[in-house]
């Protein structure tokens, strides 16, 4: 079993940035993982944001969030980020973390996640 736990979050004014923390724990080992970032705004369904394979040799973005948003990963300390600049107020949601194990998991976390996080709340203001 994986246990995610997010943080990071908060209420932040447009413009600004945050940076999110996913700490994995459990029997595991973090390093075999694709870790996944996804987020939930009231009255919508949860959207993909970012995905990393376990070595960071493949980072995949929704397109809306290129450029604006990085993920990376410390293995040593089985963390992963997902740096936010140049926030808006459409990215107002609660942001959960996901891991996924296996070959192309990087992709298919996208799909079908293996384990969540309990999730972070995001608030950017006008």
């Known amino acids: 079993q994986v246990q995610l736990v997010e943080s990071g979050g908060g209420l932040v004014q447009a413009g600004g940035s945050l940076r999110l923390s996913c700490a994995a724990s459990?029997?595991?080992?973090?390093?075999?993982?694709?870790m996944g970032w996804f987020r939930q705004a009231p009255g919508k369904e949860r959207e993909f944001v970012a995905a990393?394979?376990?070595?960071?040799?493949?980072?995949n973005y929704a397109s809306s969030m290129k450029g604006r948003f990085t993920i990376s990963r410390d293995n040593a300390k089985n963390t992963v980020y997902l740096q936010m600049n140049s926030l808006k107020p459409e990215d107002t949601a609660v942001y959960y973390c996901?891991?996924?194990?296996?070959?192309?998991?990087?992709?298919?976390?996208?799909?079908?996640?293996?384990?969540w996080g309990q999730g972070t709340q995001v608030t950017v203001s006008s």
């Open positions: 459990g029997r595991t080992f973090f390093s075999s993982y694709a």
């Open positions: 996901a891991a996924r194990e296996g070959p192309g998991s990087v992709t298919k976390i996208q799909s079908r996640a293996d384990y």
């Open positions: 990393i394979t376990w070595n960071a040799d493949i980072i």
